[in-house]
């Protein structure tokens, strides 16, 4: 019954290589995010999805690329890995009641990936 | 843009002392807060949070946070901490009425609990 999950866990792949992030949300929330969390510990938006919808695209590489299937799934696909890429990746979901946005984060477990 | 400070990016307490964990935001609007808490190798799991009302929010194992809009600041304290209080807290602000500009999170503050 886990809320927000996603896969894999830990993904170790070579650089130049392409690797997909999976994401489900069982909330019933309608508003997903991927953030980035760097060796520090700081936490950086890069993409937000509302209903399908694109709605934040922060300064990141086109190598990466979301994709928002459904309102309960948003995966992440990054293309042509370079060592800087090496981070955990968090997916979150929140609900937005009209205009009014009043719904905390709710975060997956993170996928630790590691490019060598 | 909104921006949240974290004055202390470690805080060493011993058990069963008392913690405060400073946030300061520099929004002047109004503005939601909340605070998560990160333990190794998981997700963050939300602690508390204000949206309005009363400026003393009360959240999970034992923290409380103090809204202080004057001094944009929310604080997070706990009377007494326990070794598996030890992990990474991140205090965050969302724009109501900005869509799609939301969650700004501060740096995080390293709290670790000593025997």
């Known amino acids: 019954d886990t809320a927000v999950s996603q896969t894999p866990k830990y993904l170790v792949t070579q650089m130049g290589n392409d690797k997909s992030i999976k994401c489900e949300q069982n909330?019933?929330?309608?508003?997903m995010y991927w953030y980035k969390q760097d060796s520090k510990k700081f936490l950086k938006i890069m993409f937000s999805?509302?209903?399908?919808?694109?709605?934040i695209n922060e300064t990141v590489p086109n190598r990466f690329s979301p994709k928002s299937p459904d309102k309960a799934h948003l995966n992440l696909h990054i293309n042509s890995l370079e060592l800087g890429d090496s981070a955990v990746y968090f997916c979150?979901?929140?609900?937005?009641?009209?205009?009014?946005?009043?719904?905390?984060?709710?975060f997956g477990n993170g996928t630790r990936l590691t490019v060598t | 843009a909104q921006s949240v400070t974290q004055l202390d990016s470690q805080v060493p307490v011993f058990e069963e002392a008392p913690v405060e964990l400073r946030c300061n935001y520099s929004?002047?609007?109004?503005?939601?807060l909340f605070w998560y808490v990160q333990y190794p190798n998981q997700g963050l799991q939300l602690l508390l949070k204000?949206?309005?009302?009363?400026?003393l929010v009360k959240g999970i194992n034992g923290f409380e946070a103090e809204f202080n809009k004057s001094q944009t600041s929310f604080h997070l304290r706990k009377p007494s901490v326990h070794i598996s209080d030890t992990a990474e807290y991140f205090c965050?602000?969302?724009?109501?009425?900005?869509?799609?500009?939301?969650?700004?999170f501060g740096p995080g503050t390293r709290l670790s609990v000593l025997p």
């Open positions: 909330l019933g929330h309608d508003t």
């Open positions: 965050a602000v969302s724009d109501p009425d900005n869509y799609g500009q939301n969650f700004v």
């Open positions: 204000y949206l309005s009302g009363s400026t």
């Open positions: 999805y509302n209903n399908k919808e694109l709605i």
């Open positions: 929004s002047s609007v109004s503005v939601y």
């Open positions: 979150a979901s929140s609900l937005w009641t009209g205009e009014i946005h009043n719904s905390p984060l709710h």
